[in-house]
């Protein structure tokens, strides 16, 4: 993790500030980690940092299965902190939809709305299919979930399971 090295301020009133010192000692924390915790939880940076690790791998495949497993494990409250803004730009077209396609599929399982940002990637115009084999295309277009489907990628699995 970063060092910090910049300053922030904010105006709140004195109940608001009361507020915040009694919840932060509750949670055995002082003011500025609690309330930086809440404003970008951890999961959300780990989201983040894995979007930057799409961007810079030679082999997409590791950095997505660690996406899978990091989306699988969260529960339904820190699912939604994770994933509520993204920052999806610079990833290509396929890494975009496929990263979005799980986020949506995700929130279907966890049974929560899928982020705004999602709906602003555009599918991708040709269909993918997750293996060149012709005899398995038929079994991918009809085992894809519809996260998937709607963004004309064709895979055998989502978000929890692994292939």
Do not use: C
């Amino acid at each position: 993790m970063s060092s910090k090295s910049e300053h922030l301020q904010i105006r709140v009133t004195a109940r608001q500030k009361a507020m915040l010192k009694q919840a932060a000692a509750a949670a055995g924390q002082d003011v500025s980690t609690y309330v930086l915790a809440r404003a970008i939880p951890d999961v959300r940076l780990t989201f983040a940092e894995l979007l930057g690790a799409l961007r810079r791998a030679e082999d997409h495949r590791y950095v997505l299965a660690e996406l899978n497993d990091f989306l699988a494990t969260l529960a339904p409250s820190e699912f939604r902190g994770a994933v509520e803004t993204a920052d999806v730009g610079g990833l290509s077209p396929f890494l975009a939809n496929y990263v979005a396609a799980m986020v949506e599929q995700g929130s279907h399982l966890k049974g929560i709305s899928a982020p705004p940002w999602t709906r602003e990637v555009a599918p991708l115009r040709a269909p993918w299919f997750a293996t060149p084999m012709n005899a398995l295309r038929f079994h991918l277009l009809r085992a894809s979930p519809v996260a998937f489907k709607r963004r004309n990628l064709f895979v055998d699995a989502s978000v929890g399971a692994r292939v």
